[in-house]
């Protein structure tokens, strides 16, 4: 079964702190592999986008890093700011598919404080 | 260009009511997609819509439909709610719709609550 699995469910850093959230995933072949932020109570806006090929892409101070041998993504955020806090989401999309192909996991929960 | 708007925010009905939610997509985007996000369970695919027509559906029961509009506007309807159907419901455009390879645009959501 193709799935998903993001860790840490959630984090609390420092302001300032840099930080990685952890994305496992099964699907095999993939055609790309997104990461989400989502603020509470709004809706997700995407942050990186990288296909089979690619091992990293950058945002800003978010840098997403793909190894598609290991089937492991994780996003780096340098020097967290308050506004970083919020809800980070790894999609993955089959080779082939619609959006109803589209796994999601269940996302980073990630608190930062002053 | 303004992005994808969602009616109404929020919402608070109770068992065995139906509900209407509205979504406006990203001026040029023909594809919008539904989906149901709830703590537990995270983002669910509701269904897509593409030129007035459904092309995708997620595993939802009949209660959930939708339907798209030649302006590209689309609705959503749920009847006979449940208590279980408590959740943002979030709405996302693309321009065509190719699966993963489109970027989705998320609407804010709108916030069913089922008493």
């Known amino acids: 079964k193709n799935q998903v699995e993001q860790s840490p469910q959630s984090l609390i850093i420092l302001e300032g702190k840099n930080c990685t959230l952890q994305c496992n995933y099964t699907v095999s072949p993939f055609s790309n592999l997104r990461w989400y932020k989502q603020d509470t109570g709004r809706g997700p806006v995407s942050l990186t986008i990288m296909t089979f090929s690619e091992n990293t892409k950058s945002n800003g101070r978010y840098t997403a890093t793909l190894d598609a041998d290991t089937k492991q993504s994780s996003l780096h955020i340098t020097a967290s700011q308050l506004s970083d806090s919020a809800s980070y989401i790894c999609?993955?999309?089959?080779?082939?598919?619609?959006?109803?192909?589209?796994?999601f996991g269940a996302g980073t929960r990630l608190a930062v404080h002053p | 260009k303004a992005g994808v708007t969602q009616t109404p925010r929020y919402l608070i009905k109770t068992r065995g009511q139906q509900v209407t939610l509205s979504c406006s997509p990203i001026s040029g985007h023909r594809s919008v997609s539904w989906y149901q996000q709830t703590p537990g369970q995270g983002l669910q695919f509701l269904f897509e819509y593409f030129s007035e027509t459904q092309r995708n559906k997620g595993n939802f029961p009949g209660r959930f439909s939708g339907r798209q509009f030649s302006n590209s506007r689309s609705e959503m309807n749920v009847s006979t709610l449940e208590l279980g159907d408590s959740a943002l419901y979030l709405c996302?455009?693309?321009?065509?719709?190719?699966?993963?390879?489109?970027?989705?645009?998320f609407g804010p959501g709108t916030r069913l609550t089922v008493l």
């Open positions: 999609v993955v999309s089959p080779i082939s598919g619609g959006y109803n192909k589209l796994i």
């Open positions: 996302a455009s693309s321009l065509e719709g190719s699966g993963g390879r489109d970027t989705q645009y």
